[in-house]
């Protein structure tokens, strides 16, 4: 079993900059490959970007590419998403979640965390 935590949502200007951060209990964290989803109200669930095991892969969603980008640090058990240039539509509750398997592929996650809300104001 693996527990996620999020942590750095908050409230930002447009054009500001957030930086996500999901911590991860257990000793399998760096052989799972790791996800960002969002969901604002009235939408769809959104993956936003993708990380493999050992951090080499990556994939964003064509609305964030370029201005975000996903890392972990395994010795630290972490993941992180550096939100730049931040549009107010990116207003979202952000979940990190885990796929047991060193790439993402496309399968659903088998672990989520219970999200952090990002706000971008205009």
């Known amino acids: 079993q693996v527990q996620l935590v999020e942590s750095g949502g908050g409230l930002v200007q447009t054009g500001g900059s957030l930086r996500l951060s999901c911590a991860a209990s257990?000793?399998?964290?760096?052989?799972?490959?790791m996800g960002w989803y969002r969901q604002a109200p009235g939408r769809e669930r959104e993956l936003v970007a993708t990380?493999?095991?050992?951090?080499?892969?990556?994939y964003y969603a064509d609305s964030v590419k370029g201005r975000f980008t996903i890392s972990r640090d395994n010795t630290k058990n972490t993941m992180f998403l550096q939100m730049d240039s931040l549009h107010v539509e990116d207003t979202a509750v952000y979940s990190c979640?885990?796929?047991?398997?060193?790439?993402?592929?496309?399968?659903?996650?088998?672990?989520w965390g219970q999200g952090t809300q990002v706000t971008v104001s205009s």
């Open positions: 257990g000793r399998t964290f760096s052989t799972y490959a």
């Open positions: 990380i493999n095991y050992n951090g080499r892969f990556t």
């Open positions: 979640a885990a796929v047991v398997s060193t790439n993402w592929g496309r399968r659903a996650p088998d672990f």
